[in-house]
Structures are given as C-alpha cells and as structure tokens.
C-alpha cells in the first residue's frame, strides 16, 4: 500500500481546528482490533482482513478469534473475545447472521467499543430479519457497543494502516469516503490509482444504519485532522433531519460531497396537496443539501473529480472565471459548459489586457476566454504568464487554462519540453503564492507527459475532461459563496403560538378534521401574513347582507366543507359574481355540484371573498417530510407548479438567505421581473412572506401540510387568496 499523495499547493490557509466530539474516534482509529470468525481460507473475509492489517503493517495488536486452528499467518489466535488478556477497540465480526445477538453480548462483556457486522440478513429481508436486527442493537446498546452496519462492506483508515478489506495499490491522502456501495469504493480507488491527485483516508460502509448513520459519519470525518474533505454516497437517509444539523456544523470547516442515488417516494404515497405531491423528491433531497453548504455531485463519474478538487482547493471567492486557452474551438466549448454550470466569465480589466497584449501575437483575443492565437507554439511558457496576469486581477476569482499545454513538445518539436517544465514550475509557484483556484485541463492529460504528470505531483489539478474540471470550479464557486453568504446569517425564530389557534388546532382535532380554508387564513392573519378580507354564509339568506358589505365588488365563493379538499374539482367554487343575485345562483350551483360529487360531504356554507386584483401567481407550500421533517416549497402558482414542478425546496426553520435564494432558484424567476410591460414583484415581501411561514410551522407541530396556492405577488406586497392546512393529530 503506497503512504505518500499529492499535496496542495493551491490552499494556504491552514486547516480550522476542530474540538474532537464523535465517539467514533475510539474504534475507527483502533489500538486493537479483533477479528472474530477469522479464516486460514483465502476466499473468506477474516482472512482477507488479517492480510490487509498484516501487509498494511498495522501498528495495533491483532486478534485472531477461532477456536479450530492455533494460528493464522502466524498471529495466534483465541477461541472467543473473553479469551484476549488485552483491552479490544475494534471487532469485525464475520459471522452468520444469527451469531450476533450472542457475539454482541460477549462484546459488551469484553468492553468493546466498536463492531463492524458483515453479515447480512436483517431488515432487508423482512420482519423475522428486522427482530434480528433489533434484537442485535438491544444487545450492543446494554453493553456499550457501537455498530457499524450490519450488512456492510467493512472499513479501513489508512493514516492508522486498518486496512479490513484488503485493498491493494490504495494510498492514503484527504478524502474521508461513506459509501453505501462497496462497488462504489472499488471504483474510486481504481480512478484514484490511475488518474488522481489525493487519496483518502477513512472509509466506512455504513450498512444498514441500525446504529451509526451519515450524521454520526460526517462528524467523525469533519473532525478527523487527515480529512480535507468528506465525501459520501448515499442512497437513503435514517435521521435527514441530524445529518443536515451535522452538516451545517460541518460545511463551515471542510467540504462535504453527496451523491445521492434514487429518488424517495415516500409522502407522495399519501400527499394531500401541491406541497406533498412535489415532496420526498430527488430534487428536494438536493435543495435540502445545498442549503447546508454540501456540494451535490449528480452523476457517479464526478464524485473523486469534485471531491480531490475541494480537497486541493476548498475553495473559490466566487463564479467568475478567467479562461485562457490555445484554441477557439475548446474556448467556445469551456464558455457554454462555463454558463450552463451557473458560472460566469471574469470581465477582465483594461489593465489586465494591455499586459496581455504586451505578451501575445497581435492577433490574441484577450476578451475572455482569451485566445493565445499561436503565441504559445512556440513558446508554452506564455500561458504561465497569462495565468499569472489574470491571476491578479480582482474580478477573477478562478484561472482555468485548456488546450494542449503538457503536449508543446510533442505536437511541434521535442525541443518545447523544456519550455513546458518551466512553465509548470511557473504554474506551481503561482498556486502557492495566490488565494485563487488553478485549474488545467489537457488533451494530453491521458498519455501523462512530463510537465502535466509535475503539476500532479504538485497537487495542481489536471483534468482529462473539460465537463469535469468546470464541475469542480462550480463546487468550488458555490462553497464559496455559501461561506460568504452564510456568515452572521442565523436561522428564523418560530413565533410565539397564540393560545386561540391552539384552540382552534384542538378543535378541527376533537371533529376529527382539517382546517376549514377560513381558519387556515386566520392562522395566517394572525401572524402577520397578508390574507384578503372575506365573510362566511352559512345559509343564501346572509348573502344579501354580504354583497352589500362588499359594495359591488367583483367577488369570488367557494364552498366550506372538511369533506371537498378540492374544492373545483367538487365544482365548489364560482368567481367574478357581482350583486346579490348572482351570488344566490352561484350558492344553489355550488351546493348542487358538491352534493352529487360526494352526497355525504358536511358542508357548512360558503366563504365569500373580493376576486383579488390582476399580478403573479406563486405557491408557497409546507409538508413534514418523514426524512427531513418540515420542509419549505416555493414556485410559480396555478398551472405551472403542476406541469412545470418549477419549484424551491428548503428545511425549515430557514434564515433570510435561504429564503432569498429560493425566490432566486426557480427557472421562471424572470417571470418576477414582470415580462411584456408588468412592473415586476416585490421580491423582499415574498421574502418576508416565506420567513413568517417558516416561523408558523416551528411555532405549531399541529400543522402537517400548508399550501397557499395561489399568492398573488404584487409590485407592492402580495396577498394569500386561497389557504389548505393539513393537520397533524398526533400532536394533538
């Protein structure tokens, strides 16, 4: 196993201490470590274990558990835990299944403070399998055991040379990896051997989670001193709700990267509105991570690309990006990768380009991406000192050459080989010296010529990809901005609950309902939320007395009932009535409707509001996700949240950034700018509009599900036309 990496020379600042936490140093880091059902067979796992530890020279006291053989590879061994003199740190138990609630128990006795379980056998196999499980995690937990898995791949920590699954040609460096695939591991390590800058330090396949999930693993990696940067791959989430408190503890020191497979179906099963339909999405999953600084990966081949990158550079101070390239062609394809990763291109200083141009055939664009136009065939140390120029303008926050620096000598003549090597000492110096990302990508990067294989060694990223490399400049960007943004930004207070909506709650509970739309909108009133002025008819009779209270207004009815959820579906709802008689023939129309769609429905009258005036319609939405807990939606209103899904996700509570942001995330933002001559909407009002939301549903666990579809948003303030509260009776 190779001991030395890359080292970054692109990071000066030294790495944040961080104050050690997580129980999981005691045993992911052991001075011993006990294999129990180890093997002299060569195909089982408890012999693969013994030659990784054996041949990684592991520094710690092994122990062999096996009661048939003396020794194995020369280590002797004992017939059970209770047999070791020594104190145990570590137990990789390879035995069946049902060994284990026994085996847990003896480890409780031997004081133990770790257990990876191979076996698999549990939950994943149905109930028999879930009591087994159980029945294993009630043995740890009485005897102080932590467990990693069951069903797991193993583990390894390279810095202590515990290498439990043997894997060869695999060297130790800053990337801290929980991979729910062990096949993932296998396929990153490849990569790394042959095409990476770092290597990694700790591993975990974190199984089934019966005990330790991604939380209690990020906390171990973000305090771990040989981690840079922790990276995981994840196809389901336990607790989301402790791993996002984890990593907004955590993305403030060091970088974390998720690739999250799959999408969950969970809440759309049951969903009662807009809110819940769109919820337990991939793409919530997504926005929930980034609103705590992890940088999301969405295609498996850029996970060790974005992860090397943030370890070797942590970050950018922004987007912009200067590019220098030796070719049109590559500059036009960088620009429109540059743009469709949300990144933009620096403009660069008059200053700038007249060193440029002091520098370049007279021919060079030195717009940006600049183009060298030949300059550097015959010279390649040209491009260090374009670097170096735009390096050290203010309105570059990241350098990315392309082209075919590294081949000079190669494509025209051997005799540019020199020149290139100076120019890569050049690129190094440069690294060290500034606080800005340096970022090369190669078509020669494959064969590995001299100049770019000393870039390697020196920590300077060469990429084969020109996809790849601008993935990494987007992580780069994004937790730079987040760092920035984040600061001094606390999360919103709930409010105060107010003791008549918890009547109100209790209620709509003791009737076995939800909230009628009228007590919805009292909720909403009551804290601040702008709601239009409406009047309730229990009877036609009221409706004279209505009309008049409105006088003359165009007004809009919709029927009362805890049975019509969807009220124009029911038919239960008419608009722009004007006058008493057109309210009266509007109110027998609704009743008949709702009537034949459900002739059972408890129907308590109508609701009678002014039709609200012409602007932009949105939806703002809450559901209690059962990963996530409460999570925040928004997006453009009426037909477009249901066959466009334009939407914003973000776990509450939620601070002012969040929720700008948000306004700021969907697609059809431009939309808010007002389009064809519409003035555009008051942005900060939905701000403030989203932020008292957030504070209503932390103040009230009653509440399940909110959808305010639509708000009307105006240049001016917005207004709430129509409101639908899930309640929660559990908590009633």
Same mark, same amino acid.
């Given at each position: 196993?190779?001991?030395?990496t890359?080292?970054s020379?692109?990071?000066?600042?030294?790495?944040?201490?961080?104050?050690?936490?997580?129980?999981?140093?005691d045993?992911?880091?052991?001075e011993?470590?006990?294999?129990?059902?180890a093997?002299?067979?060569?195909?089982?796992?408890?012999?693969?274990?013994?030659?990784?530890?054996?041949?990684g020279?592991?520094?710690?006291?092994?122990y062999?558990?096996?009661?048939?053989?003396?020794?194995?590879?020369?280590?002797?061994?004992?017939?059970?835990?209770?047999?070791?003199?020594?104190?145990?740190?570590?137990?990789?138990?390879?035995?069946?299944a049902?060994?284990?609630?026994?085996?847990?128990?003896?480890?409780?006795?031997?004081g133990?403070?770790g257990a990876?379980?191979?076996?698999?056998?549990?939950?994943?196999?149905?109930?028999?399998?879930?009591?087994?499980?159980q029945?294993?995690l009630?043995?740890?937990?009485?005897?102080?055991?932590?467990?990693?898995?069951?069903?797991?791949?193993?583990?390894f920590?390279?810095?202590?040379?515990?290498?439990?699954?043997?894997?060869s040609?695999?060297?130790?460096?800053?990337?801290?990896?929980?991979?729910q695939?062990?096949?993932?591991?296998?396929?990153?390590?490849?990569?790394?051997e042959?095409?990476?800058?770092?290597?990694?330090?700790?591993?975990?396949?974190?199984?089934n989670?019966?005990?330790?999930?991604?939380?209690?693993?990020?906390?171990?990696?973000?305090?771990?001193?040989?981690?840079?940067v922790?990276?995981?791959?994840?196809?389901?989430f336990?607790?989301?709700?402790?791993?996002?408190?984890?990593?907004?503890?955590?993305?403030?020191?060091?970088?974390?990267v998720?690739?999250?497979?799959g999408?969950?179906?969970?809440?759309?099963?049951?969903?009662?509105?807009?809110?819940?339909a769109?919820?337990?999405?991939?793409?919530?999953?997504?926005?929930?991570?980034?609103?705590?600084?992890?940088?999301?990966?969405?295609?498996?081949d850029e996970?060790?690309?974005?992860?090397?990158?943030?370890?070797?550079?942590?970050?950018?101070?922004?987007?912009?990006?200067?590019v220098i390239?030796?070719?049109?062609?590559?500059?036009?394809?960088t620009?429109?990768?540059?743009?469709?990763?949300?990144?933009? &291109?620096?403009? +660069?200083? @008059? /200053?700038?380009r007249?060193?440029?141009a =002091? #520098?370049l055939? %007279?021919?060079?664009? !030195?717009?940006n991406?600049?183009?060298?136009?030949?300059?550097?065939?015959?010279?390649?140390?040209?491009?260090?000192?374009?670097?170096e120029?735009?390096?050290?303008?203010?309105?570059?926050d990241?350098?990315?050459l392309?082209?075919?620096?590294?081949?000079?000598?190669?494509?025209?003549?051997?005799?540019?080989?020199?020149?290139?090597?100076?120019?890569?000492?050049?690129?190094?110096?440069?690294?060290?010296?500034?606080?800005?990302?340096?970022?090369?990508?190669?078509?020669?990067?494959?064969?590995?010529?001299?100049? &770019?294989?000393? +870039?390697? @060694? /020196?920590?300077?990223?060469?990429?084969? =990809? #020109?996809e790849? %490399?601008?993935?990494? !400049?987007?992580?780069?960007?994004?937790?730079?901005?987040?760092?920035?943004?984040?600061?001094?930004?606390?999360?919103?207070?709930?409010?105060?609950?107010?003791?008549?909506?918890?009547?109100?709650?209790?209620?709509?509970?003791?009737?076995?309902?939800?909230?009628?739309?009228?007590e919805?909108?009292?909720?909403?009133?009551?804290?601040?939320?702008?709601?239009?002025?409406?009047?309730?008819?229990?009877?036609?009779?009221?409706?004279?007395?209505?009309?008049?209270?409105?006088?003359?207004?165009?007004?809009a009815?919709k029927?009362?009932?805890?049975?019509?959820l969807?009220?124009?579906?029911?038919?239960?709802?008419?608009?722009?009535?004007?006058?008493e008689?057109?309210?009266?023939?509007?109110?027998?129309q609704?009743?008949?409707?709702?009537?034949a769609?459900?002739?059972?429905?408890?129907?308590?009258?109508?609701?009678?509001?002014?039709?609200a005036?012409?602007?932009?319609?949105?939806?703002?939405?809450?559901?209690?996700?059962?990963?996530?807990?409460?999570?925040?939606?928004?997006?453009?209103?009426?037909?477009?949240?249901?066959?466009?899904?334009?939407v914003?996700?973000?776990?509450?509570?939620?601070s002012?950034?969040?929720a700008?942001?948000?306004?700021?995330?969907?697609?059809?933002?431009?939309?808010?700018?007002?389009?064809?001559?519409?003035?555009?909407?008051?942005?900060?009002?939905?701000?403030?509009?989203?932020?008292k939301?957030?504070?209503?549903?932390?103040?009230?666990?009653?509440?399940?599900?909110?959808?305010?579809?639509p708000?009307?948003a105006?240049?001016d303030?917005?207004?709430?036309?129509?409101?639908?509260?899930?309640?929660?009776?559990?908590?009633?």
């Amino acid at each position: 196993m190779t001991q030395t990496t890359a080292t970054s020379v692109q990071t000066s600042e030294a790495q944040p201490k961080v104050v050690r936490k997580s129980p999981l140093h005691d045993f992911l880091a052991p001075e011993s470590i006990a294999i129990v059902g180890a093997s002299a067979d060569p195909t089982k796992r408890g012999y693969k274990a013994m030659v990784g530890l054996i041949k990684g020279h592991y520094a710690g006291r092994i122990y062999p558990i096996n009661p048939k053989v003396p020794e194995i590879l020369g280590v002797p061994t004992f017939p059970s835990l209770d047999d070791i003199p020594g104190p145990v740190d570590l137990a990789l138990i390879c035995t069946p299944a049902a060994t284990l609630p026994g085996l847990m128990a003896e480890c409780g006795r031997k004081g133990v403070k770790g257990a990876v379980i191979l076996a698999a056998g549990f939950r994943e196999t149905g109930p028999e399998g879930a009591k087994l499980e159980q029945q294993i995690l009630d043995a740890a937990r009485a005897g102080g055991v932590r467990i990693i898995g069951p069903n797991t791949s193993g583990m390894f920590n390279l810095h202590q040379r515990v290498n439990l699954l043997d894997l060869s040609n695999v060297k130790a460096g800053d990337i801290g990896f929980i991979s729910q695939s062990g096949n993932m591991l296998l396929s990153l390590v490849l990569e790394a051997e042959h095409n990476g800058h770092v290597g990694f330090s700790t591993y975990v396949g974190p199984g089934n989670q019966t005990d330790i999930g991604f939380n209690d693993y990020l906390r171990y990696l973000g305090e771990d001193p040989n981690t840079r940067v922790a990276t995981l791959y994840v196809e389901g989430f336990r607790d989301g709700q402790r791993f996002l408190q984890a990593a907004r503890e955590i993305t403030p020191v060091k970088p974390v990267v998720v690739y999250k497979s799959g999408a969950t179906e969970l809440g759309k099963k049951a969903a009662s509105s807009h809110t819940g339909a769109l919820a337990g999405s991939y793409a919530m999953t997504v926005d929930l991570l980034k609103q705590v600084g992890v940088s999301v990966v969405h295609h498996s081949d850029e996970i060790l690309p974005v992860a090397e990158g943030l370890a070797l550079m942590q970050k950018a101070n922004g987007k912009r990006v200067a590019v220098i390239a030796d070719g049109g062609g590559q500059a036009t394809i960088t620009s429109d990768r540059l743009s469709e990763a949300g990144l933009e &291109l620096a403009e +660069l200083s @008059e /200053a700038t380009r007249k060193r440029l141009a =002091s #520098i370049l055939f %007279a021919q060079a664009s !030195l717009a940006n991406p600049v183009d060298v136009a030949g300059t550097s065939d015959a010279n390649p140390e040209v491009l260090s000192q374009c670097m170096e120029i735009v390096a050290e303008d203010d309105s570059v926050d990241a350098v990315f050459l392309v082209g075919m620096f590294g081949g000079y000598h190669t494509r025209f003549a051997e005799s540019l080989l020199g020149g290139e090597m100076r120019a890569a000492e050049a690129m190094i110096e440069l690294a060290k010296r500034i606080d800005k990302p340096l970022l090369i990508y190669s078509l020669y990067a494959p064969v590995k010529p001299p100049a &770019l294989r000393r +870039l390697h @060694e /020196a920590g300077v990223p060469v990429y084969a =990809s #020109i996809e790849y %490399a601008v993935k990494v !400049l987007q992580a780069l960007g994004e937790r730079g901005l987040y760092l920035r943004n984040q600061h001094g930004r606390p999360l919103q207070e709930g409010v105060a609950p107010s003791e008549d909506m918890q009547a109100m709650f209790a209620r709509a509970n003791n009737e076995g309902r939800d909230l009628y739309e009228f007590e919805a909108k009292t909720l909403l009133r009551t804290h601040g939320i702008a709601v239009a002025e409406e009047r309730i008819a229990h009877h036609a009779d009221e409706l004279g007395e209505i009309a008049a209270a409105f006088g003359g207004l165009p007004l809009a009815m919709k029927v009362v009932s805890r049975d019509i959820l969807h009220k124009s579906d029911a038919g239960g709802v008419k608009l722009n009535l004007v006058g008493e008689a057109a309210l009266r023939t509007a109110y027998d129309q609704i009743m008949t409707s709702c009537r034949a769609y459900d002739a059972n429905a408890d129907i308590r009258g109508v609701l009678v509001t002014p039709m609200a005036k012409k602007g932009t319609e949105i939806i703002v939405g809450v559901v209690r996700d059962p990963i996530f807990g409460p999570v925040l939606m928004f997006g453009l209103g009426g037909i477009f949240v249901e066959i466009l899904e334009d939407v914003a996700f973000r776990a509450i509570p939620l601070s002012r950034e969040d929720a700008r942001g948000m306004v700021e995330q969907i697609k059809g933002r431009k939309i808010l700018d007002g389009v064809r001559g519409e003035p555009p909407v008051d942005r900060e009002a939905l701000v403030d509009l989203l932020l008292k939301v957030s504070g209503i549903v932390s103040a009230y666990p009653q509440l399940s599900e909110l959808d305010l579809n639509p708000v009307i948003a105006y240049p001016d303030g917005y207004a709430v036309v129509d409101a639908r509260i899930i309640t929660n009776r559990s908590v009633l």
